[in-house]
């Protein structure tokens, strides 16, 4: 039985696609019965692939609990699918500003996640990017990522989201200076940061995702 595809895509640069990525295939890793999960880096940037280097440094190459491969253009979806027949879940980082780029991801994918943060601007942009998603086809869930502590969306903001036509994720990320720092250590907030805020939201994101994927 192949293995799910969590497609992190979003155009608008400045989202949190990589952070995302990276703490998602974390806690879907330690999220225990064994999951055995990849990292499929598409972004020419490379974040990601610095982002694992340095985990394989603090961890070595037989502690980072991960698998990680390269791709671009339409090798993604080649290599999301000979992935997904060797692990139980494939989390792929796509380019920001590149339709043609992110595509291929996308038809790979078994849920898009597209990380926004809850501002007026941010919400607009992202538009592009879900009506890629939905030509596709391909089940989608927006996640709200960079929230400020202690402060509400308003019903404007949610009213907004809503009127997006797709659906949004029940947990929210705040905009914690863990995930950030983590990030440099090769590592993730729930790594860490064990029992902090940061630590619960993403863990209970990934949850979130693990069961809308059945």
């Not at 293995?3 to 990589?18: E, R």
Request: charged residues 25%; negative net charge.
């Amino acid at each position: 039985m192949a293995g799910k595809v969590i497609t992190i895509a979003q155009q608008k640069g400045g989202s949190g696609k990589t952070t995302l990525a990276a703490h998602l295939a974390v806690a879907l890793a330690r999220a225990g019965m064994g999951t055995r999960v990849a990292l499929l880096d598409c972004d020419p940037q490379g974040s990601l692939g610095e982002w694992f280097e340095r985990r394989e440094t603090a961890l070595g190459e037989d502690g980072t609990g991960l698998d990680f491969r390269t791709a671009s253009g339409w090798g993604a979806r080649r290599e999301a699918r000979s992935l997904a027949r060797d692990y139980d879940v494939v989390v792929i980082d796509t380019p920001p500003k590149s339709d043609i780029e992110s595509r291929p991801a996308i038809e790979a994918a078994s849920l898009v996640a597209v990380p926004v943060q809850p501002t007026p601007i941010d919400l607009w942009a992202t538009a592009p990017t879900l009506e890629m998603i939905a030509k596709e086809g391909t089940p989608s869930l927006i996640v709200i990522n960079r929230a400020l502590s202690r402060v509400g969306l308003t019903e404007e903001m949610s009213t907004a989201i809503r009127e997006l036509g797709h659906p949004a994720a029940q947990t929210r990320l705040g905009n914690r200076v863990g995930f950030a720092a983590s990030m440099g250590q090769g590592r993730a907030i729930q790594e860490t940061e064990p029992g902090s805020k940061g630590a619960q939201e993403i863990t209970a994101l990934a949850e979130e995702i693990r069961l809308l994927l059945g």
